[in-house]
Nanobody, 115 residues
Framework: QVQLVESGGGLVQPGDSLRLSCVASGSGFSILGMGWSRQAPGKQRELVASINRSGTTTYRDSVKGRFTISRDDAKNTVYLQMNSLKPEDTAVYYC?????????WGLGTQVTVSS
């Protein structure tokens, strides 16, 4: 059973950057496609970016050119580099397998963008 732990969030100003990390415990990480999703208060969770086993990436239109997803299979870790952050990026960010079936969700990491 793979368990996921997200970290790296924080309170930043518009235009700042953050790098999120998701560490997966357990075996089999390298065979998983992974993605970052986010959930803002009162809104549904939405997929922001994904990366497959070969390193091919996809992004939600609203973050294209600003966010970069990457992975380090040796460290069982997937990253989300977020640049030029906007207030509308404020949300709890989660990682999980993409496509499904989903693994047990971690606690996520809060990202707040505010001046």
């Amino acid at each position: 059973q793979v368990q996921l732990v997200e970290s790296g969030g924080g309170l930043v100003q518009p235009g700042d950057s953050l790098r999120l990390s998701c560490v997966a415990s357990g075996s089999g990480f390298s065979i998983l496609g992974m993605g970052w999703s986010r959930q803002a208060p009162g809104k549904q969770r939405e997929l922001v970016a994904s990366i497959n086993r070969s390193g091919t990436t996809t992004y939600r239109d609203s973050v294209k050119g600003r966010f970069t997803i990457s992975r380090d299979d040796a460290k069982n870790t997937v990253y989300l580099q977020m640049n030029s952050l906007k207030p509308e990026d404020t949300a709890v960010y989660y990682c999980n397998r993409v496509p499904g079936p989903t693994l047990s969700w971690g606690l996520g990491t809060q990202v707040t963008v505010s001046s």
